[in-house]
């Protein structure tokens, strides 16, 4: 017997646009690409920040603490302890300027940006968009008092950055999950999750994924093995996500123009990051000599 005729779209095209405003290719990643990435990543080293500092302590009921994990950024650094970009008021004395993207990494933004500018229109795709910040985040296991502790998560919360943000994804699969606001004491509804393949794609953006919902990186899996550069002291790394996102560049300063404060909080950090990076030893001889 023949197949009944088809109508309306097909499962492809259905699935597809399930969740609007929500794109994800596992095989976006070359395997050329991604070796050239894995090759760039050796050569980095990620800094564990502290999440508050002495200008910027913590708030009532907090208490210093280090971030769960190593991280890297590309483009400006958001260090915690200036509590990253968070339009409307916080937006200023906070992007410091740094490293460009290597070139394998631009070659992909380039052809994410292409895609976002075909799925995202009006004010889903703010003026001047383009993706100029990416943060490097390293899950796996940390040293802690002799033992390895799992760390290979993140909790809920919004990236403030206008527009589209996109992720790539290397090593061991993550869960992604988007939820709804939280209430204290209430269950988050978890309205979509994914999981995030090695050599995936993940774009979202528009009111659904960026302000009605929280995403959170539920865990991470142990299945394939994966240990990931560069060598990290205390640190094994299972997992590396690379997240683009766009701060306006009227935002972004060099650390030179950080005010005092916050140029005291961060100079240990720029030092550190200035041991392997040409980029930032040239910023704090910027600083120095005043320009
Ligand atoms: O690791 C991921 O897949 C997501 C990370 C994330 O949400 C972020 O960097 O803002
Ligand atoms: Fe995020």
Not at 82 to 101: H, I, S, T, W
Not at 185 to 196: A, C, H, I, K, T
Not at 252 to 257: G, K
Request: aromatic content about 10%.
């Amino acid at each position: 017997m023949a197949p009944p005729p088809r109508r309306g779209p097909s499962l492809a095209a259905r699935s597809r646009h399930r969740t609007p405003g929500h794109h994800y290719n596992a095989s976006f990643l070359s395997a050329a690409d991604r070796a050239e990435i894995l090759t760039w990543l050796g050569s980095l080293k990620p800094l564990w920040e502290e999440r508050y500092s002495k200008h910027f302590p913590p708030p009532p009921g907090q208490s210093q603490r280090r971030l769960l994990r190593p991280v890297y950024w590309l483009g400006n650094w958001q260090f915690a302890c200036l509590d990253y970009y968070r339009p409307p008021k916080g937006v200023m004395n906070r992007c410091v300027q740094a490293e460009p993207f290597p070139a394998v990494l631009q070659r992909q933004v380039k052809k994410v940006e292409e895609l976002a500018r075909r799925m995202f229109r009006g004010p889903d795709m703010p003026q001047g968009w383009h993706l100029n910040t990416c943060l490097v985040n390293f899950y796996g296991n940390r040293l802690e008092d002799g033992r390895w502790v799992d760390t290979a998560r993140v909790g809920e919360h919004k990236d403030f950055e206008p527009g589209p943000v996109a992720s790539l994804s290397l090593g061991e699969r993550a869960l992604i999950q988007f939820v709804t606001s939280t209430r204290p004491g209430e269950r988050d509804e978890v309205v979509l999750e994914q999981w995030l393949d090695d050599g995936a794609l993940q774009l979202f953006g528009g009111t659904q994924w960026k302000e009605k919902t929280f995403h959170r990186v539920q865990r991470v899996d142990t299945r394939v093995g994966h240990l990931l550069p560069p060598e990290i002291p205390g640190f094994q790394t299972r997992r590396v996500n690379f997240t683009f996102r766009y701060v306006p560049d009227e935002h972004v300063i060099p650390f030179a123009r950080l005010s005092p404060e916050a140029r005291e909080d961060v100079t240990p950090y720029v030092r550190t990051l200035a041991e392997g990076s040409t980029f930032f030893r040239k910023e704090l001889e910027r600083e120095a000599s005043g320009t």
